[in-house]
């Protein structure tokens, strides 16, 4: 193992020789390495030690790592530091954490090289060679020796940092000009996320457990814990609601998030918008919770509170957890025998188990819970999100209420025989087909006096009572169409041709002149397929028939939505054609239901 000896120069000067034998074997070439001052030694020695007894990658004998040959601002630590502060949409308390970690679990490591190319620069070995040492808790060749031990970090921490350490090196990659030519993190074996993931990581709770921890938090904790359990909200999110986010949505009583607690540079706590897109989002919530919550509401203003600590003010988590959320554990296990340990962040794992041990899909539970990642299966089945409203409702109920029978919301839909005795859907050209669709009732206000705010939606102007409403629905249209409207850019449509196919506005007015309802909660919003076919008089194919089709459809768009799985209708055109038209929010169930619609189409020739 490589060792200091301390020799004295004819001139009385002592120097500092650093010995060692290569790989640490009998039998290895003595090597060596002289030093004016100890400390340079002992860094040096260290620097040995880390790499297996062997020279550090890119030291030059007699020269070191020639850091003087590179510009300071190459040097790890000061560019990486600088890099963090470069980085742009990124919160303070985010900067912050970052600069630390760099001086943690990085500098460690990397602190003595260069993020440029040639002597003294990371290589790929030492990227490996950390990523290793991270996960098996071993000590960094810069810790001082009274560190207390590094403890093993998990699977997915070592992917964060990874990440991290690749950005400030593609950073390198990236400058202008270029201070190397490839990233070294390129190509670094990392664990398998789901190769040996401590399974303890989450705790699910039964419901029973949770009626347990329920029945024994404090008075004061038990409708915040009740929120976080009903709705899967993080933390942050559950204790920043405000009584403007109270909403409706579909009829139901919904909340609306759009806003979380953050820490800023200086680790105080501020609200501010959710860190990612799909974060802000409306959750449909029981009736109950509803009335819970409107409860809550009355008397205060809309940027207050709904949910405060003992003294007033935010709830501290830290307070929450100490004070109420662990005494209510150990009641429990005493009471009970409860014996899982779950977090306060449990809650929220244990409302996703509950929606998927009643098959609702992943996409409904990935939008409840604000997931920003996208995965083939929500891309595929994304259509069923706005359909699942009534499941998730039951669900939910269900979870929350031991004494609530099992929902049968799979078995009474009744998609098996969708098609049987379907109605045919009368002729219209405009106005509601009130049979069979939903009656938005009291949500729409006939001649609102007020301001209104307006959107518009390709020539169609909708008017809402509340601005956030006309955003969210403005912001959805557009999502709907986002690869219609880059495909139109890309092949160079006209300007004013996308802008007709985009949501404009939200526009305020002072008053509503037209003669469509002005809408006071966001209006429902269905995936709709639908399917076309034609026959002349002869009976025969006016023209090949398109394949089933389908598109995101709002309440407002009277001639195109519908509720239910599958309708159809028949109408007679000029010169004696009949033309068969289906649509529906089962893609099954309209396929069916087109065999049907033609039959009675070629009963009218």
Not at 177 to 203: F, H, I, K, W, Y
Not at 329 to 335: G, M, R, S, V
Not at 452 to 473: I, K, N, Q, S, Y
Not at 593 to 604: G, N, R, S
């Amino acid at each position: 193992m490589a060792y200091i000896e301390t020799k004295e120069r004819s001139d009385g000067a002592q120097s500092f020789v650093v010995r060692w034998r290569a790989a640490g074997t009998r039998t290895g070439k003595r090597e060596s390495e002289t030093f004016d001052d100890l400390p340079s030694a002992e860094k040096f020695r260290d620097l040995v030690r880390a790499h297996d007894e062997q020279w550090p990658p890119g030291w030059t004998r007699g020269e070191g790592f020639v850091a003087d040959r590179r510009t300071a601002e190459t040097m790890f630590e000061p560019f990486a530091l600088a890099y963090i502060e470069r980085l742009t949409g990124v919160q303070g308390d985010t900067r912050s954490k970052y600069r630390k970690d760099i001086q943690a679990n990085l500098v460690p490591w990397f602190g003595p090289y260069s993020v440029a190319d040639g002597e003294g620069g990371i290589t790929r070995a030492m990227v490996q060679d950390w990523v290793n040492d991270l996960r098996a808790g071993r000590p960094a060749p810069l810790d001082p020796r009274d560190r207390k031990p590094r403890t093993a970090y998990a699977v997915k921490t070592v992917h964060d940092k990874h990440g991290l350490l690749s950005a400030i090196l593609q950073a390198a990659v990236d400058a202008e000009p270029s201070v190397r030519a490839s990233n070294p993190c390129t190509g670094t074996r990392l664990p398998r996320l789901d190769g040996d993931q401590d399974e303890e990581d989450m705790t699910f709770l039964e419901r029973e457990e949770w009626a347990w921890i329920y029945e024994c938090l404090a008075d004061d904790a038990k409708d915040l814990a009740e929120l976080m359990a009903e709705t899967g909200l993080r933390w942050g999110e559950a204790t920043a609601l405000q009584p403007r986010d109270l909403r409706r949505r579909n009829g139901r009583p919904a909340i609306r998030v759009q806003r979380t607690w953050k820490k800023d540079e200086n680790g105080k706590s501020v609200l501010g918008a959710p860190k990612t897109k799909r974060s802000r989002r409306t959750l449909v919530i029981s009736h109950r919770l509803g009335e819970k919550l409107g409860g809550r509401a009355k008397g205060l203003a809309r940027d207050a509170l709904l949910y405060t600590g003992p003294e007033g003010g935010k709830w501290d988590p830290g307070t929450f957890r100490r004070l109420r959320w662990i005494p209510a554990i150990e009641l429990a296990a005493a009471k009970y025998g409860l014996i899982k340990r779950p977090r306060i962040h449990d809650i929220r794992h244990s409302h996703a188990s509950w929606l998927i041990a009643h098959r609702v899909p992943l996409p409904a539970i990935q939008a409840r819970l604000g997931h920003e990642s996208i995965t083939t299966t929500v891309d595929r089945y994304g259509h069923l999100l706005d359909a699942l409203d009534d499941e998730v409702v039951a669900a939910v109920d269900w979870a929350m209420d031991p004494t609530a029978a099992l929902p049968g919301f799979l078995v009474e839909t009744g998609l098996a025989d969708a098609t049987e005795g379907l109605p045919r859907v009368p002729r219209q050209t405009s106005g509601w087909n009130r049979e069979g669709w939903t009656d938005a009732g009291d949500s729409q206000v006939e001649g609102q006096g007020g301001a209104v705010h307006v959107v518009t939606l390709m020539g169609r102007e909708v008017p809402f009572t509340f601005r956030e409403d006309a955003e969210e629905v403005a912001a959805r249209w557009n999502e709907d169409r986002a690869e219609q409207l880059t495909a139109m850019r890309e092949e160079g449509v006209a300007g004013e041709v996308i802008a007709f196919h985009e949501a404009a506005g939200p526009e305020e007015r002072d008053q509503w002149t037209g003669t469509s309802p002005v809408w006071d909660r966001v209006p429902a919003r269905r995936f709709v397929h639908s399917a076309l076919a034609a026959y002349e008089p002869d009976g025969t194919l006016a023209y090949k028939a398109p394949p089933v089709s389908g598109r995101w459809v709002w309440e407002f768009e009277q001639d195109s939505f519908t509720t239910r799985p599958a309708e159809f209708r028949t109408e007679r055109r000029h010169g004696g054609r009949v033309e068969a038209h289906v649509r529906g929010t089962e893609e099954a169930a309209v396929v069916r239901a087109v065999e049907q619609a033609k039959a009675a189409a070629l009963t009218t020739l």
